[in-house]
Nanobody
Framework: EVQLVESGGGLVQAGGSLRLSCAAS????????IGWFRQAPGKEREGASC????????YYADSVKGRFTISRDNAKNTVYLQMNSLKPEDTAVYYC?????????????WGKGTLVTVSS
């Protein structure tokens, strides 16, 4: 059974940091790109960051560039999203998702999400 389980969300003050984790199982993790998406209340889901499979290339939305860092530990089948200098507008449910190979639209697997709330 394929599973993506997010953790690490919570309540933090503006300017603070959180590290999200995405633990994967049930597929060949090394072959998959992993993306982080987020959906704020009343808004559409948007991509925040992604890390590809073999090259480890990383991508960031302009809104998080310079503040968020994505990384992966293939030995632990886990991807991390380090979020620094958090802003109230970062408040959202954060989801991780997987697709074969390179970061692209059309993710194959999704987690259930973890809530991040940034207070002003």
């Amino acid at each position: 059974e394929v599973q993506l389980v997010e953790s690490g969300g919570g309540l933090v003050q503006a300017g603070g940091s959180l590290r999200l984790s995405c633990a994967a199982s049930g597929f060949t993790f090394d072959d998959y790109a992993i993306g982080w998406f987020r959906q704020a209340p009343g808004k559409e889901r948007e991509g925040a960051s992604c890390i590809s499979a073999s090259t480890g290339s990383t991508y960031y939305a302009d809104s998080v560039k310079g503040r968020f860092t994505i990384s992966r530990d293939n030995a632990k089948n886990t991807v991390y999203l380090q979020m620094n200098s958090l802003k109230p507008e970062d408040t959202a449910v954060y989801y991780c998702a997987a697709t074969v190979g390179y970061c692209r639209a059309g993710m194959n697997y999704w987690g259930k999400g973890t809530l991040v709330t940034v207070s002003s």
